[in-house]
């Protein structure tokens, strides 16, 4: 039986801290593998730059519809720069 532990402290940390980088390097290198990050950030990103780019929450390929025309680009989705036609003067 031993009588003398003063390095054993010494010992189980430095083992514990090589076992824990080594599973933190192989879960980053699982995760930049599978690209699971940018998968998981890419779609709200996406949502939000077309927010500021052109002021409406549609997907890049939806486009939106105009009453009476084909569907246009993002660009003319705000409802700003639909063409409306208004009268003055009722029916």
Same mark, same amino acid.
């Given at each position: 039986i031993l009588k003398?532990? !003063?390095g054993q402290f010494a010992i189980e940390s430095l =083992? =514990?801290?090589? #076992? =824990?980088i080594g599973a933190f390097l192989a879960l980053t290198n699982y995760l930049r593998d599978n690209k699971l990050i &940018?998968? *998981? %950030?890419q779609k709200? #990103? !996406?949502s939000v730059a077309t927010m500021a780019?052109? +002021? %409406?929450?549609k997907s890049e390929g939806g486009g939106c519809k105009v009453p009476g025309k084909t569907a246009v &680009? *993002? +660009?003319?989705c705000h409802p700003n720069a639909i063409a409306r036609s208004l009268s003055s003067a009722p029916r």
């Open positions: 003398n532990n !003063q =083992l =514990l801290m090589t #076992i =824990l &940018s998968k *998981l %950030v709200p #990103i !996406q780019g052109y +002021g %409406v929450w &680009s *993002l +660009g003319k």
